[in-house]
């Protein structure tokens, strides 16, 4: 079974930064391109950044600029840097695969106040 499991998230301050990480099963992270997503209270889920096996990445107009998302190949994990953040960052943020979804994990909270 395909587990994800996200961490790294916590209360900062506005134009602070955190990096979070996913831990994904072996089988899952080397088929799939990797994305993170997050959902804010009230809003739907939303793809905020991705990356391919070979490093290639694409993100939201929102984070672009300010995120960066990277794997580790050898270990199966993903990673988003967020610089600048801004309280509308504030949700549970998510990782998953872009075009074949696993069940999600728990998420991680990120919240950042002005």
């Known amino acids: 079974q395909v587990q994800l499991v996200e961490s790294g998230g916590g209360l900062v301050q506005a134009g602070e930064s955190l990096t979070l990480s996913c831990a994904a099963s072996r089988s899952f992270f080397s088929r799939n391109i990797m994305g993170w997503y997050r959902q804010a209270p009230g809003k739907q889920r939303e793809l905020v950044a991705h990356i391919t096996s070979g490093g290639n990445s694409n993100y939201a107009d929102s984070v672009k600029g300010r995120f960066t998302i990277s794997r580790d190949n050898g270990k199966n994990l993903v990673y988003l840097q967020m610089n600048s953040l801004k309280p509308e960052d504030t949700a549970v943020y998510y990782c998953?695969?872009?075009?074949?979804?696993?069940?999600w994990g728990q998420g991680t909270q990120v919240t950042v106040s002005s």
């Open positions: 998953n695969g872009k075009q074949n979804l696993a069940p």
